[in-house]
């Protein structure tokens, strides 16, 4: 008896611990207009509390996150916390026409959430049009007071930030591309924390750089936040230790490059093991697609203390077409098991999803001509099915309040018409190339577990696309090139210590194969984080049921949850 009363004192003591340990964390975000000067040019952009990148959030895990928007904007605006698993607050996720209607010009709307079993790196993003071009920052999710990291803790941490800039209203850039059809432009500058670095004109002055200690080592939070694309990231002379991606630990991985997707986050330790003087970090695109231009490296400085040195050391980036350097970088990721918030790999599969992603074209309408390809507007899907969101009501308020006419059900498993994916000779395959718009999604039974196996496809070329899905993490079993092989392709599975995500690159022409755990009621959408693929329709949603209990129900909206017009 005695023993068991010290267990129950035990117990006690470690739950009043922990939520002691816990705390509210709360910010306000002013969503308005800023004037900036960048490559010689002023424009005005959306951003919060006056700065793109916007605040950079710190939380430990465990912690409880109030986020009031306050929309002072000409634009309508929801903020999503990219990787944030949003368990049982699916309303505060963030896409719009997904999970909520926008915040309007003049409302407000307040974002509450725990963080729960998630440490690293996450961030923070508008998820309206292309607004999150200039409204994103980080989110950094600590371990509880009195853990540590699994590896040794650095001297200093720094967030790196790629984003893209274009000297034009983005919301204007896409617009017009999905008016005419065709490719919208491309950026016309890369950007660290904000700064397109001294390598473009009228930049030098505001590059942005670190300082280091000889002999100390340093974490670097590396966050993609461009729109459109890939990164390869290097610091001149300098290797990484790569300890954690998407807010989930990693095995040690050495490597003197990274390769992070929009969407992605890696976390990477560098050693100051290097003469004093100064030392570029840059980063240089990744193009899998043939045919695309590109724009200069983005740059930052490392300079060590002590250091007089003016003329940075350059590292020598990757071709721009690198893929075997991208693949080897992205297949010899794997999880650190038995760290905190890992999670072994589902056994049982309770689902089999093919999925093909791709681009394709969509009907002009009428006798128009537009100026895709055929005459034809661009357009992209999962199998086939063009995603097209909704505008009257959120697919989540039509879930919960069980509304038809919203959105349907019947997103199938396998594509309705198999071919040969990445054949190129397929490119412009008449039968092919043309899909439908449709608000098609999948419905999954709660804690089910999902294998799905991406497949790219040679319609209008190959191209790696980054699959992003909201409120989960998955496994990310294998990846390959060529159409899946289920025959020999299985036999690659790594069931041990496959990496985690909620964000994988598909290699071009290739796939990849993921489990996912579907333990989160909730309406989570699915899609390409290339932003110039998500209007195109690379896109769905899976719709999770209740669990039957308390704990696995969505509870109801919250009563600020903004109205669609």
Request: charged content about 10%.
């Amino acid at each position: 008896m005695a023993r068991l009363l010290l267990l129950l004192a035990l117990a006690s003591a470690l739950l009043a611990s922990s939520l002691a340990s816990a705390r509210v964390v709360e910010h306000t975000f002013n969503v308005q207009n800023l004037t900036v000067q960048k490559l010689c040019q002023e424009r005005v952009i959306t951003a919060v509390n006056g700065s793109s990148p916007g605040p950079l959030l710190r939380v430990n895990e465990g912690d409880r996150l109030i986020v009031h928007v306050i929309n002072n904007s000409p634009y309508d605006i929801t903020i999503h916390w990219h990787g944030v698993f949003q368990l049982l607050s699916a309303w505060s996720d963030g896409p719009a026409y997904a999970t909520q209607c926008p915040i309007q010009p003049g409302q407000t709307f307040t974002y509450r959430f725990n963080i729960t079993n998630q440490e690293g790196t996450l961030w923070w993003h508008a998820h309206v049009q292309w607004l999150r071009a200039t409204v994103y920052g980080g989110l950094i999710i600590y371990p509880r007071e009195g853990r540590s990291y699994p590896f040794r803790k650095p001297y200093k941490e720094f967030p790196i930030i790629l984003g893209e800039w274009w000297n034009a209203n983005v919301v204007d850039v896409e617009n017009q591309a999905l008016a005419s059809g065709a490719a919208p432009n491309n950026s016309d500058a890369y950007l660290i924390n904000g700064q397109p670095g001294d390598l473009y004109n009228c930049s030098s002055n505001g590059t942005y750089n670190i300082q280091f200690i000889q002999g100390q080592t340093y974490m670097l939070r590396i966050i993609n936040a461009a729109l459109n694309t890939q990164f390869f990231f290097k610091i001149a002379n300098h290797n990484m230790t790569v300890v954690g991606i998407d807010a989930t630990y990693t095995q040690s991985y050495e490597t003197d490059v990274v390769l992070v997707a929009p969407g992605q986050t890696t976390d990477v330790l560098v050693t100051a093991n290097q003469s004093i003087g100064s030392y570029y970090m840059a980063a240089s695109p990744y193009i899998s697609a043939s045919g695309l231009s590109f724009d200069n490296s983005t740059t930052g400085i490392v300079v060590y203390q002590g250091s007089t040195s003016s003329s940075p050391t350059m590292p020598s980036m990757p071709a721009v077409n690198d893929t075997a350097t991208a693949y080897k970088f992205n297949s010899n990721l794997t999880s650190l098991v038995n760290a905190r918030c890992w999670r072994s790999v589902p056994v049982q599969v309770d689902e089999h999803m093919f999925m093909t992603v791709g681009l394709g074209l969509v009907s002009c309408g009428g006798n128009n001509n537009c100026s895709g390809p055929l005459n034809q507007s661009f357009a992209a899907s999962i199998s086939n099915f063009s995603f097209e969101f909704p505008t009257k009501m959120s697919l989540l308020e039509a879930h919960f309040f069980n509304v038809s006419g919203i959105y349907n059900a019947t997103f199938p498993d396998q594509p309705l018409k198999p071919f040969d994916y990445t054949n190129t000779s397929n490119s412009f395959n008449q039968s092919l190339i043309m899909t439908a718009k449709s608000t098609t999604v999948k419905e999954l039974k709660y804690n089910s577990t999902i294998e799905i196996i991406y497949q790219d496809t040679a319609i209008l070329g190959i191209e790696n696309h980054p699959m992003h899905i909201h409120g989960f993490n998955f496994h990310v079993l294998a990846q390959g090139f060529g159409n899946y092989n289920p025959s020999t392709d299985r036999n690659k599975f790594n069931l041990k210590n496959p990496q985690m995500r909620n964000t994988i690159g598909v290699p071009v022409g290739g796939w990849a194969a993921i489990r996912l755990h579907a333990n989160n009621p909730g309406v989570w959408l699915m899609h390409c984080h290339l932003d110039v693929h998500l209007p195109w329709g690379l896109a769905t949603a899976f719709v999770v049921d209740n669990g039957g209990t308390p704990s696995s129900t969505l509870p109801s909206p919250p009563s600020d949850l903004p109205k669609c017009t």
